[in-house]
């Protein structure tokens, strides 16, 4: 059986398949990628081919431009493409639309490549699914004991709590533009809301291409306004990137409430310091829990960590006698909004 790290191992461009001859989530263009999903921390435009679910393609298209790289492959979840004798698969990953695992399958071994992913049901995409493997690469972004987070639904259930308990106040919900703004319109449908939700227009072109792919959204509305019209958005749910709620953009609402769905909002100092009334804990990422269960049940003969918690989640791993490294890849960390 050969070394692991001779057949997928860390360049600096990001994760290598040399017997393939193609990266996983690249940092910077390479000849042939494999992109995992559609943030932009994993999904850069430049490459010669990208190989991706269609989904993820549509998003790369819709941020970058339709000729975002050289050449592009739609694959479903588990059709098994063949390159030079290496076998990849894609599988869903449960981070966002389109999110999937890249499996590999190369001279007797099998590698999953995470990619971001989440356990937890999610109405815009399908649940991961774990896939037995020689090699987890896993991230770790909420990879410390303290996050563990509660039902979305929960936090969801907060949030119109706050909407009947103060009528008069326009609640300014930030939220990523890409997965998290939906994930949570769909929550909110899924609640029994049916009242139109209003949306920033760095939005509106995601949701467009969300609905394109079969998910619902229910009625939506530009959050615009002629000048002194404040009482319009009284009561109602704004949703916008995390940054429109800290500018200019949101005194213009009727006595603005200030909400922020993050998995970072488990920290209440985080929440202080950008003066968030309603923190939502809603996270598209694994947390603790998630992480070292998924872990348990894959049961790999090795962890690679690609970013974020890997400390804590190594001496997991040591305790439980899980051989583990940390790969210490550089440029994906996900910023405080996506996460």
């Known amino acids: 059986m050969p070394k692991p790290e001779t057949l997928l191992c860390p360049k600096p461009a990001g994760l290598y398949c040399p017997p393939g001859d193609f990266y996983i989530d690249p940092v910077r263009p390479v000849e042939r990628a494999v992109i995992t999903h559609g943030h932009s921390d994993h999904a850069r435009s430049g490459h010669g081919a990208v190989m991706a679910t269609a989904e993820t393609l549509a998003i790369m298209a819709a941020r970058y431009g339709e000729n975002f790289a050289g050449a592009t492959e739609a694959v479903k979840y588990g059709q098994t ?19 999937a695992q890249a499996v590999i399958r190369a001279k007797g071994m099998t590698f999953v490549v995470s990619g971001d992913y989440k356990r937890r049901r999610d109405p815009t995409c399908p649940l991961f699914e774990p896939v037995p493997c020689d090699v987890f690469v896993t991230e770790a972004t909420f990879g410390i004991p303290v996050f563990n987070f509660p039902n979305a639904s929960d936090e969801v259930a907060r949030l119109l709590k706050s909407v009947k308990q103060f009528p008069e106040r326009t609640h300014l919900v ?42 619902d959204l229910g009625p939506l509305a530009p959050a615009t306004m002629e000048k002194g019209a404040k009482k319009d958005f009284a009561g109602a749910i704004v949703i916008a990137p995390p940054s429109s709620i800290d500018d200019n953009w949101s005194p213009r609402f009727a006595d603005p409430l200030p909400a922020f769905a993050s998995g970072w909002m ?4 985080r929440a202080r310091q950008r003066q968030v009334e309603l923190p939502l804990v809603i996270s598209d990422h694994a947390d603790w829990s998630e992480l070292t269960e998924t872990i348990s049940e894959i049961a790999p003969g090795e962890v690679w960590i690609t970013h974020g918690g890997e400390d804590a989640l190594l001496r997991w791993c040591e305790l439980k006698g899980q051989k583990a490294r940390a790969l210490s890849l550089i440029g994906y960390d996900a910023d405080e909004g996506e996460a």
């Open 81 to 99: 493409i063949e390159r030079d004798g290496v076998e990849i698969t894609l599988v869903p990953a449960g981070h966002i639309l389109g999110s």
């Open 266 to 269: 488990r920290v209440r100092a």
């Open 174 to 215: 930030g939220a990523y533009a890409l997965g998290k703004a939906q994930r949570i319109v769909r929550l909110l449908r899924e609640a029994g809301y049916d009242a139109p939700i209003y949306m920033h227009g760095a939005v509106q072109t995601l949701n467009t291409l969300y609905e394109r792919f079969g998910i």
